[in-house]
């Protein structure tokens, strides 16, 4: 059964794609920001009865007109199986795409960070044919953030930190750190922040700790943790209902956030905007409106 807490630590990259160029930074590798990214499909499985499937695909498209494959991988132990289902992967998605794929495998603990990212060989000992040499996010290389204007500078990436030191003994102040930066910020973006963290938490003791620190510090917020906390007895017509408020809290946050950049909305792009429904797009369209010139960079699809 997959856990939470795997969900969230390759789930944020979806929500976020321009977290990982810096990630990339994090761990020595230069890759740059992202003009535009795209969820792909996950399902690798050929003809064949054998299932294979990335647990979050990307393609990234540069401003330089470069594109990559992101994979992204959570791993929460060592699986010697591994190695050999990732090698898989970059090949299959070489062959089908014909771009360069990267993978990056997200880690909570030391042990099996440091596992995955050794260099894994295929072929004979003397001459191996094929190295997999993976990027490897996890407690022992990503930031410490217990700084709220650190905090606030990148709240992606404050947010995957966080995740990965889920068994951090300092957790408690690195999740007060989370709270604190959250406080002043608009609850279309604040919201998917909460639950992310709340899934990457999983059963750890930490998990009560964010809940508490979401009712008393960021208790106005209308995430479904918040929700949770509050009533317990959610009906699915309730979910639903929350799933409608999200879209319209972001597409409210889009519309911000051009304001704040003094880009001219038409109101027919207003109305574009806020009759959408589709997370997915919405969620593309909130990475492009901060850099954004005009309303069409924000709607462009390459």
């Known amino acids: ?15 976020y794609p321009g977290l990982f160029s810096r990630v990339s930074e994090v761990l020595g590798v230069e890759i740059g ?17 054998l299932e294979r499937r990335v647990d979050t695909l990307l393609r990234i498209d540069m401003e330089d007109d470069r594109s ?9 132990k060592k699986d010697p ?5 990732w090698m898989y992967y970059l090949s299959y998605l070489q062959a089908k795409y014909k771009l360069p794929p990267m993978l990056l495998v997200v880690c909570q603990d030391r042990a099996t960070a440091e596992w995955a990212a ?25 930031p410490v953030i217990t700084d709220v ?27 007060k750190t989370l709270s604190t930066a959250l406080r002043d910020v608009p609850e ?29 510090d960021l208790s106005f917020y209308k995430s479904s943790l918040s929700e949770e906390i509050r009533d317990e007895g959610r009906t699915e017509g309730r979910t639903e209902g929350r799933a409608e408020g999200r ?18 909305v038409p109101e027919e792009a207003r109305e574009r905007v806020m009759g959408c429904a589709d997370l997915d797009i919405l969620s593309r369209w909130l990475l492009r409106a901060p850099t954004a010139t005009s309303v069409e960079d924000v709607f462009a699809e390459k």
Do not use: C
């Open 68 to 76: 990559y494959l992101l994979a992204i991988e959570a791993q929460g």
């Open 149 to 175: 204007a650190e905090a606030r500078k990148d709240l992606a990436l404050a947010t995957l930190a966080a995740i990965t030191h889920a068994g951090d003994p300092d957790i408690g102040a690195i999740l």
């Open 247 to 264: 879209a319209e809290g972001i597409a409210r946050g889009i519309l911000l956030l051009l304001a704040q950049a003094g880009v001219d």
């Open 188 to 216: 279309t973006i604040a919201d998917p922040i909460v639950e992310l963290t709340a899934q990457g938490l999983g059963n750890r003791p930490a998990a009560q700790q964010w809940r508490n620190l979401v009712a008393v």
């Open 118 to 142: 050794r260099p894994f060989p295929v072929g004979h000992p003397q001459s191996p044919v094929l190295t997999l040499q993976a990027l490897v996010a996890g407690p022992h290389n990503m």
């Open 1 to 15: 059964m997959v856990s939470s807490s795997h969900e969230a630590m390759h789930r944020i990259f979806q929500e």
């Open 81 to 85: 199986d591994k190695p050999a289902s």
């Open 33 to 49: 920001p992202p003009a535009s990214a795209t969820v792909m499909p996950t399902d690798l499985t050929e003809n064949r009865p």
